[in-house]
């Protein structure tokens, strides 16, 4: 994609793919997106994809599928146990991640219940780089306590640091001493990362940590989930593996690793998940309590369609030219949300755009949750749907307080190969918008609020009257556009 010159046009992302299946999509006029978000609680979670006039909410599940995934899987071969298809996926498993033991799940959530159910006894730490929604979940239901060790510069939303995901050696190694080696269950890479703006991690780093954890014995887990983003990043920003293949870091990186689970949603652009083990015990324990929560080993609580399709996507994530699409969309966005002084999270990083809420509406106090208000002000002025990675996306701890984000932020994601150019200039048009009339953006407060993972059904309300107001200059600024 960028060998392509461009010699009488302004260079833009070209893509190496052509549509050949659409979806139409509608914008709703403005009074109507009033109404769908009142229904929805102001959250985005609740509204229907009718009331959506671009999806980014995220790309697990929504990128667009390769013809050869759909044609393999009408190859499935549709059995209980013993399929054909599974012994496909297990093959490329083997292939790409070079680990020999593999089971498949139905999302990457559910390795997540599986690995804290078998690694994790009560009371044991559990160490990463950073963490993800699901995964605090499961370490807590499983009695873990999770140690957060990013490095400083991870939490700066104005960086140019290449590698903001990177672990903090100094941390870990404190870490290890003061719990001692058997009180931690595993260490977890999230290589990239969701939370933190899509940041990658160096494989340096991923090397270095592994070094460390061997030392201590101490078994070194990977959630590949958005590792496609991170191959792209790793060959693009990392001089010591530049003229390597895609293939060839993949291979140096899986090395590193006991274990590696992803979500198949997210990183094969299909269904499902799955965990590859590379010791035989740890191996045995989650596949044996695989029918009790995901269905015989040979489909994983999914259809052996969905089989089919991740070995192949599995095979597209070493395609440079397919992997390198998210990321220049996602940096084209930031360029241009940045030459319109619209504060974004830099350097850009994979799965999405990240606005930070912080900078963007710095009246609103964390605790009225700037990033959910800034959500719902974007869907209300341009029917953009994003996913508030924030404040609100954390629970209370046990005592009924806040915990507080250290960053604020709006995730825009852009699911691989979805959107055209046209539709990141709309969104950029929207955004600078809602930037310039930000002082008419206020907080929001819960009107139901669940104590888990309370972002997904959570209902809340403006605190004042703000949304009215923004409505009123949309409509003096937009005139009759939707
Ligand atoms: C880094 C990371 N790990 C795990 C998961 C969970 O995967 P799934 O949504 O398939 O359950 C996600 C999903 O977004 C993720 O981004």
Not at 14 to 36: C, S, T, Y
Request: hydrophobic content about 40%.
């Amino acid at each position: 994609m960028k060998e392509i010159k461009f010699l009488y046009q302004k260079a833009v992302p070209l893509e190496m793919h052509k549509a050949r299946i659409i979806q139409k999509i509608n914008l709703l006029p403005v009074d109507e997106r009033v109404k769908a978000n009142q229904k929805a609680g102001n959250n985005a979670h609740l509204l229907k994809t009718s009331q959506v006039f671009l999806d980014m909410l995220t790309d697990s599940g929504t990128n667009a599928m390769i013809d050869r995934q759909l044609g393999a899987m009408m190859e499935a071969d549709d059995a209980y146990a013993g399929s054909a298809s599974f012994d496909k996926l297990d093959a490329k498993v083997r292939e790409l991640f070079g680990i020999d033991y593999f089971v498949p799940a139905h999302q990457g959530r559910a390795c997540e219940h599986l690995l804290c159910r078998v690694l994790i006894k009560p009371g044991m730490t559990v160490a990463m780089n950073h963490h993800f929604t699901t995964t605090k979940g499961h370490v807590k239901l499983a009695k873990g306590e999770l140690a957060e060790l990013l490095k400083e510069e991870g939490w700066n939303a104005r960086s140019s640091c290449p590698f903001k995901g990177d672990m903090d050696l100094e941390k870990l190694g404190q870490l290890i001493m003061e719990k001692g080696p058997e009180q931690i269950a595993f260490v977890r890479m999230e290589a990239g990362t969701n939370l933190i703006g899509g940041q990658p991690v160096s494989y340096e780093n991923i090397r270095q940590v592994g070094k460390i954890c061997r030392k201590h014995g101490i078994k070194y887990m990977l959630d590949a989930s958005l590792l496609s983003d991170n191959l792209y990043f790793i060959k693009e920003r990392e001089e010591s593996c530049r003229r390597m293949s895609i293939r060839d870091i993949m291979k140096k990186i899986c090395a590193c690793f006991d274990i590696i689970y992803f979500s198949g949603r997210k990183l094969t652009s299909s269904r499902g998940g799955g965990i590859a083990f590379r010791n035989e015990d740890d191996y045995i324990k989650v596949r044996n309590l695989l029918p009790v929560y995901e269905g015989f080993l040979t489909y994983g609580g999914i259809s052996v369609r969905e089989i089919e399709s991740m070995a192949v996507g599995l095979e597209e994530t070493l395609d440079e030219n397919f992997i390198c699409q998210g990321p220049i969309f996602i940096e084209e966005m930031t360029n241009l949300l940045l030459q319109n002084q619209v504060p974004v999270v830099t350097p850009p990083g994979g799965l999405g755009v990240h606005l930070d809420a912080t900078r963007f509406l710095p009246n609103i106090p964390q605790s009225q949750y700037p990033a959910a208000a800034l959500h719902v002000a974007l869907y209300l002025c341009s029917g953009i749907r994003g996913t508030e990675r924030g404040s609100l996306s954390e629970d209370r701890d046990e005592n009924g307080k806040e915990v507080y984000a250290k960053m604020d932020l709006l995730r825009l994601a852009l699911p691989r190969r979805v959107f055209s150019l046209s539709h990141i200039h709309f969104a950029v048009d929207r955004i600078t918008w809602l930037y310039k009339n930000r002082e008419l953006v206020h907080g929001l407060r819960f009107e139901e609020e669940p104590e888990t993972l309370r972002f997904f059904f959570g209902r809340l309300l403006p605190v004042d009257d703000w949304q009215k107001k923004l409505v009123d200059k949309f409509k003096e600024d937009f005139g009759d556009s939707l």
